[in-house]
């Protein structure tokens, strides 16, 4: 396994248009999260899927992003009527061994979105 | 709530030198976790290391050491003679026990080794 992939790994958008990223997390890990990241700044969390059930959104995601993971395997991350605040670095990250709190996320390499 | 603080934003030694990266974090939870993560240039975050809130012996690996002080809220990373593929942005991050899906990250520090 060679880790956590997101595709693309840039993307540049003009203003309004949708967006779509995909992730896919380390195999067999149920635990899946997207955080955003913006210059000079730390991850911040959007939102976390245990399998295919989202169980958490970050006050950040607002009603123009949607998360899926519809098998509990990858997930996509869409923004809709994208806005040039969106533009940053979008991270996937997995981690393994269901039932075992907090252990340590496995992060892709992100999608860098630039809005135009 | 939950919060992290690293007061370094920008860190530059010369090649060999050691350097301490601080991290103080806020919680209310009397079980949490504490991860630091280390992003180089390429943008991946790559894990170092994770520590629980019952368990604060210092750790070391290699070149690199922990001190985690539960009194001071604190968990330091020490880099020992540093090298010039050290240099990256270090954060820390926590993640409460009763929310454990949700990590929360420091600023960072940007360390610049020098050669």
């Known amino acids: 396994d060679t880790g956590v992939s997101q595709d693309p790994r840039h993307k540049i958008t003009k203003r309004g248009q949708n967006v779509t990223f995909r992730c896919d997390p380390i195999s067999e890990h149920n635990r899946l999260y997207w955080y955003r990241q913006t210059l000079g700044q730390g991850p911040e969390f959007l939102t976390y899927?245990?399998?295919?059930?989202?169980?958490?959104k970050s006050r950040l995601l607002s009603d123009r992003f949607s998360a899926e993971r519809p098998k509990g395997s990858f997930s996509t991350l869409e923004i809709q009527r994208t806005e040039q605040g969106d533009s940053a670095m979008y991270l996937c990250a997995s981690s393994p061994v269901p039932g075992q709190m907090n252990t340590e996320a496995f992060f892709g390499q992100g999608t860098r979105l630039t809005v135009v | 709530a939950q919060k992290v603080t690293q007061a370094q934003t920008e860190i530059s030694v010369v090649e060999k030198e050691d350097v301490t990266l601080d991290c103080v974090y806020e919680?209310?939870?009397?079980?949490?976790?504490l991860f630091w993560y280390k992003q180089p240039p390429s943008g991946e975050l790559v894990f170092l290391i994770r520590?629980?809130?019952?368990?604060?012996q210092n750790e070391i690996s290699g070149r690199y050491s922990w001190n985690f002080q539960k009194s001071t809220s604190s968990f330091n990373f020490t880099i020992t003679a540093s090298q010039v593929v050290d240099s990256a942005v270090y954060f820390c991050a926590l993640s409460e026990a009763k929310y454990g899906q949700n990590f929360v990250f420091g600023p960072g520090t940007r360390l610049s080794v020098l050669p």
């Open positions: 899927f245990q399998n295919e059930a989202q169980l958490e």
């Open positions: 919680t209310r939870d009397t079980t949490y976790y």
């Open positions: 520590r629980n809130s019952f368990d604060e």
